[in-house]
């Protein structure tokens, strides 16, 4: 063994017996600057720091409500269905859910400004079938029509849709559960966008939603798109649904998970037929965040649709949309008075409810609205008609009975 005195001649040693070979001295370029090396490096004090990034999340304080107006809740339906917000419209299978929200459907489509008993907004209307048929939507709109006098073929602003069977999902569950956005609801949006309509039905929850009703977050993820929609767009969007066991046998309109009743601001329930009489149903406000919940609503099938028309039972919102179109229709036939531009009651040019309709100051009461209210009134005696002109020439006009 060779006794080496240091580290340097062992080095020295291993080089003269070839084990260690060095590049010569010449072929190693001089280097004079960091170039050779890469980028120099920095100098620390001129590192910046990471900048954060910008917050999706921005708390406010009270004072940035100040010197404004508080937004007031609109509703497609007073006191049930807002505007702007998911309702779900439950009843069990043949209670009547489709055929009530084809009324609405009409209601808003034709203008006729009310819906079993409350005031309703007119405006396009989109009926998103996924279960029902276009025969079966066909014969509820014509017999709802005939009901209501209106002209089927001239709802323009009732649109209806009818995807194939395998096309209805709005929503699809992976198998992490994370839901994902299908054709059909990228179609919807779009549409709405375009259209902007005042109300969306879609039937039903069963129809269109493709996850675990049980599932919390599934559920909850599912509401929030449809709420997202309805808002960004100030729509109403009602979505029909089937309740569960429980649901049925408490007549709590609760469909599996209760998320689904959380979840939402509104919530309305169409019970079964009354045991005593088969063509009675009540219509209960189950839940209403903005207004007052518990509303419950009689109606009887009439034969073409279903009724309010209950003896001793009114709507408190029908008797008050009845007294607020009668003040109007006062107020402008006041106003054709004092311009000496009389009005009458014939179904003719000159008609009170058609010319009022016209009027800027209708407020988008329909012709219809201002027929009903004239009715009441001529009944009440709160207005009249009165007869002038010579034997060759009658005229009829109307005024207030105080008059």
């Not at 497609?76 to 807002?82: D, E, Q």
């Not at 489509?109 to 079966?136: M, T």
């Not at 009602?238 to 601001?265: E, K, Q």
Request: with cysteine; net charge negative; proline share 6%.
């Amino acid at each position: 063994m060779l006794n080496l005195p240091n580290r340097a001649m062992g080095l020295r040693v291993f080089e003269d017996l070839g084990y260690v070979q060095r590049p010569p001295v010449e072929d190693i370029p001089p280097v004079e600057s960091f170039d050779a090396f890469g980028e120099a490096p920095a100098d620390p004090a001129e590192i910046e720091p990471d900048q954060p990034k910008p917050s999706a999340f921005a708390p406010i304080t009270p004072a940035a409500w100040k010197d404004t107006e508080a937004e007031k809740q609109r509703w497609l339906v007073t006191g049930r269905i807002p505007s702007g917000d998911l309702t779900i419209l439950a009843g069990n299978g043949g209670s009547g859910k489709t055929e009530i929200s084809t009324q609405l459907l009409v209601s808003v489509a034709a203008g006729l400004g009310d819906w079993l008993g409350s005031i309703a907004e007119a405006g396009p209307a989109l009926f998103l079938s996924c279960e029902e048929p276009e025969s079966n939507v066909r014969d509820r709109v014509e017999r709802i029509c005939k009901h209501r006098c209106v002209d089927p073929h001239g709802l323009a602003d009732l649109h209806m849709l009818f995807p194939d069977l395998e096309e209805t999902w709005l929503a699809h569950a992976g198998k992490d559960g994370r839901l994902s956005r299908a054709p059909l609801l990228d179609w919807l949006e779009a549409w709405i966008k375009d259209h902007r309509p005042r109300l969306v039905v879609i039937d039903s929850i069963a129809a269109v939603f493709d996850g675990e009703a049980i599932a919390r977050r599934q559920v909850r993820a599912f509401l929030a798109m449809l709420r997202k929609i309805a808002r960004e767009h100030d729509t109403a969007i009602v979505l029909l649904d089937h309740p569960s066991v429980r649901g049925m046998a408490d007549g709590s309109g609760t469909a599996n998970s209760v998320d689904w009743r959380n979840s939402v601001r509104s919530m309305l329930h169409l019970s079964d037929p009354d045991k005593d009489d088969q063509d009675v149903r009540t219509l209960e406000v189950k839940k209403s965040n903005y207004g007052r919940s518990g509303e419950k609503v009689t109606l009887r099938w009439g034969g073409l649709t279903f009724t309010t028309a209950m003896a001793g039972e009114a709507s408190l919102y029908r008797a008050a949309a009845d007294r607020d179109v009668e003040e109007v229709f006062l107020k402008l036939l006041d106003k054709r008075q004092a311009q000496h531009r009389p009005v009458h009651a014939k179904n003719a040019k000159g008609s009170a409810p058609t010319e009022f309709a016209a009027d800027p100051e209708a407020g988008g009461i329909s012709a219809a609205g201002f027929r009903a209210a004239m009715e009441r009134m001529l009944s009440n005696g709160r207005i009249k008609v009165v007869i002038s002109g010579p034997a060759s020439r009658r005229r009829e006009h109307l005024e207030r009975a105080g008059d």
